[in-house]
């Protein structure tokens, strides 16, 4: 298996909602990230889970919380998001000295 | 400072042409690795190809190759025989060292039109 799986594909939620986006990957990578990506802009980084652990936390608010409860998982749950939220979230996963494998992203839309 | 820099923000090129995607990068580590990417209006992500800062020839694989010119902190991308399909945004990106959890930093990405 050499792919990172996120779902939803489409994500349409209310600014009163909760809901979680999840990652998953079975290649044995113990790195995973959160990255987000607004139209024509490049991907931002937001969380690096290194070995199950946050390593690194971008200054994201805490409206958006990482959680990693195994090492072939990563999840974002979200909660009280605004509009301006709304933009491509990607998943990757990677190992030391090794690629980065990404997966097809979750489109979120907050109204 | 930007790391990682592609001045290019629109290219243009015909079927069967050559293009050559610009990307300058700053960094002062001795271990890097230097990433080319492509994305469609899917959103996917699709790796190119990769340079690691101590490899001594140019990474090719199939119609991409990376002109690595290290002493000008250089990494462009070059596609042969460009094809419709290739008409995508593409980013340069960076990762600095080899541990695990280390992110790649991107650039603000080209956008390459291909056109008949």
């Known amino acids: 298996d050499t792919e990172v799986t996120q779902t939803p594909k489409h994500l349409v939620m209310g600014m009163t909602n909760k809901k979680s986006l999840k990652c998953e990957q079975h290649?044995?990578?113990?790195?995973m990230y959160w990255y987000k990506q607004k139209a024509k802009k490049p991907p931002e980084l937001m969380f690096v889970?290194?070995?199950?652990?946050?390593?690194i936390n971008e200054s994201v608010p805490s409206r958006f919380s990482p959680e990693c409860p195994n090492s072939s998982l990563l999840n974002l749950h979200l909660h009280a998001l605004q509009p301006e939220d709304s933009a491509l979230y990607l998943c990757?996963?990677?190992?030391?000295?090794?690629?980065?494998?990404f997966g097809s992203g979750t489109r979120l839309t907050v109204v | 400072a930007q790391k990682i820099t592609q001045t290019q923000p629109g290219m243009f090129v015909q079927e069967k042409e050559a293009v050559t995607l610009d990307c300058t990068y700053d960094?002062?580590?001795?271990?890097?690795?230097l990433f080319w990417y492509k994305q469609p209006s899917s959103g996917e992500m699709i790796f190119l190809i990769y340079?690691?800062?101590?490899?001594?020839q140019n990474a090719t694989e199939g119609r991409y190759s990376l002109n690595f010119q290290k002493a000008r902190k250089s990494a462009n991308l070059v596609i042969s025989a460009s094809q419709l399909g290739d008409s995508a945004m593409y980013f340069c990106?960076?990762?600095?060292?080899?541990?695990?959890?280390?992110?790649?930093?991107f650039g603000k990405g080209t956008t390459l039109s291909v056109s008949s």
């Open positions: 290649m044995g990578h113990r790195a």
């Open positions: 889970y290194s070995y199950e652990k946050l390593s």
């Open positions: 340079q690691g800062s101590y490899d001594e």
């Open positions: 960094t002062s580590d001795q271990s890097y690795g």
């Open positions: 990757a996963s990677s190992q030391a000295r090794g690629g980065y494998t």
């Open positions: 990106a960076m990762r600095e060292g080899r541990g695990a959890g280390t992110a790649l930093i």
